[in-house]
């Protein structure tokens, strides 16, 4: 019932200065944790890819190995070395991806680091034992004899020396020591910026700068339930990951507009002749419409009669005020991250696409100011959004909240709408 508070025998050992080395109860125990990983991931590839993935992320990989790694000093242990070895064969088996050193290293960080969120037990053994001993050490000092105290911690002194290494930044202090996050944080920063100072162009430094952003991977943690368009093909969920982490896609081929294609597949994201252009669209404009439809905002796609130069028209109007007395209109526009056009803003700020796409929209719409409220909802293929946008999908979402009492249904959309483009991504990939 203690978090992280540590086992007797661990306590034991601690107490007499002796390190925990390869061989002790914790190498048999992390042995018998990556048979199991190995086990589990032979079942897991019969399953869909999308289920495979979330079960071994939330389930079967690092939250099995929490409790060894907080209760005991086995950031040396290499133990730990061949479980990420299976979890990253497991990882690839599942996927269908190929994982490199810095695929793998990228996958291994949280989602909001750009990751996968399967965590490496190598990178997080260190952060995970010293956050736990900086909790407990009160407790402990109240629980063992004062003569303890004396005793120089070994184990502390190790990890702390592995963890400063690793991160090249201070240990936090305080009643922050005492957050597994405020440890593992330094360490991801560390890792993003080797990644960073690593890639391959400016792609590579657009495509790493896009997986970093706020709700750029909401698909990930959808629930892959079909009934509510939240489960993705096994082929789009293999293209989702690749095109993510940079990792192989394809051989290099010929596009059907002449270009060539290649390993990477990002071409046909902006493609002319892409075959998911469209439907993408389409799918985002649905979603919006649905979600205001349940919101109780009447409102229609595509309106006639909203006066333009030009004779185009919005993606969508509601017939009753959305603020202020006044109605809204909205046009969905989804620029890619990696295209030639964007790809120099892209590579120093990411959602530079989304931001120069809805400033476009508005221009475009410019005659409708004066008696609508004009939305431009502008999200690259990578997932990034313009600020506007974001904000109108959020207040979207808090709407449907006071109509269905439910607090998650921001995080629903967000999540319906991530997994919308990511099932296009395979769709315009499949086309070329």
């Known amino acids: 019932?203690?978090?992280?508070?540590?086992?007797?025998?661990t306590s034991e050992m601690r107490?007499?200065?002796?390190?925990?080395?390869?061989?002790?109860?914790?190498?048999k125990a992390l042995i018998e944790k990556t048979e199991e990983l190995g086990r589990a991931v032979s079942r897991l590839s019969l399953l869909q890819t999308q289920d495979a993935l979330t079960l071994l992320r939330f389930s079967l990989s690092i939250p099995k190995l929490m409790y060894i790694l907080r209760t005991s000093d086995c950031q040396s242990n290499p133990a730990l070395t061949d479980f990420d070895d299976t979890l990253r064969s497991g990882l690839s088996t599942i996927m269908n991806v190929e994982l490199?050193?810095?695929?793998?290293l990228q996958a291994s960080l949280p989602v909001r680091d750009g990751g996968l969120g399967i965590r490496s037990a190598v990178m997080l053994a260190p952060s995970a034992f010293l956050a736990s001993a900086a909790g407990t050490t009160e407790l402990q000092a109240r629980i063992l004899p004062p003569t303890t105290s004396v005793i120089p911690d070994e184990s502390v002194k190790l990890s702390l020396e592995c963890w400063t290494s690793r991160s090249q930044s201070s240990p936090p202090v305080g009643l922050s020591a005492h957050v597994?996050?405020?440890?593992?944080?330094?360490?991801?920063?560390?890792?993003?910026?080797?990644?960073?100072?690593?890639?391959?162009?400016?792609?590579?430094?657009?495509?790493?700068?896009?997986?970093?952003?706020?709700?750029s991977a909401d698909w990930l943690f959808a629930l892959p339930i079909s009934a509510i368009s939240?489960?993705?093909?096994?082929?789009?969920?293999?293209?989702?990951?690749?095109?993510?982490?940079?990792?192989?896609?394809?051989?290099?081929?010929?596009?059907?507009?002449?270009a060539v294609v290649d390993t990477t597949g990002t071409h046909v994201l902006s493609c002319r002749k892409s075959a998911g252009r469209q439907q993408r669209h389409s799918l985002i404009n649905d979603i919006i419409w649905r979600s205001m439809t349940k919101a109780k905002i009447q409102a229609v796609k595509e309106p006639n009669g909203l006066t333009r130069r030009d004779g185009k028209r919005p993606d969508g109007?509601?017939?009753?005020?959305?603020?202020?007395?006044?109605c809204l209109t909205w046009d969905v526009t989804?620029?890619?991250?990696?295209?030639?056009?964007?790809?120099?803003?892209?590579?120093?700020?990411?959602?530079?696409?989304?931001?120069?796409?809805?400033?476009?929209?508005?221009?475009?719409?410019?005659?409708?100011?004066?008696?609508?409220?004009?939305v431009p909802i502008a999200v690259e293929t990578l997932g990034s959004w313009s600020e506007g946008a974001l904000?109108?999908?959020?207040?979207?979402?808090?709407?449907?909240?006071?109509?269905?009492?439910?607090?998650?249904?921001t995080a629903y959309l967000l999540q319906r709408l991530s997994v919308a483009i990511q099932r296009c991504n395979e769709i315009c990939f499949s086309g070329s």
């Open 180 to 215: 597994q996050r405020n440890w593992d944080s330094a360490c991801t920063l560390k890792s993003k910026e080797e990644l960073l100072l690593r890639a391959n162009g400016k792609r590579d430094q657009a495509r790493l700068l896009a997986s970093q952003e706020t709700h």
């Open 230 to 258: 939240l489960r993705l093909s096994n082929e789009a969920a293999r293209v989702a990951v690749a095109i993510r982490l940079g990792a192989k896609v394809c051989e290099t081929h010929e596009c059907p507009c002449g």
């Open 100 to 104: 490199k050193g810095d695929q793998w």
């Open 1 to 9: 019932a203690l978090n992280g508070f540590r086992s007797t025998t």
């Open 391 to 409: 904000s109108f999908v959020k207040a979207l979402g808090k709407r449907i909240t006071e109509v269905t009492g439910d607090e998650q249904e």
């Open 334 to 374: 989804v620029p890619d991250t990696l295209a030639a056009s964007h790809i120099e803003h892209t590579s120093l700020t990411a959602g530079a696409a989304a931001e120069h796409a809805a400033e476009l929209k508005i221009q475009k719409y410019a005659d409708l100011s004066t008696f609508y409220d004009f």
């Open 317 to 326: 109007v509601t017939l009753i005020p959305w603020a202020c007395g006044r």
């Open 15 to 27: 107490l007499q200065g002796a390190p925990i080395m390869p061989g002790d109860e914790v190498s």
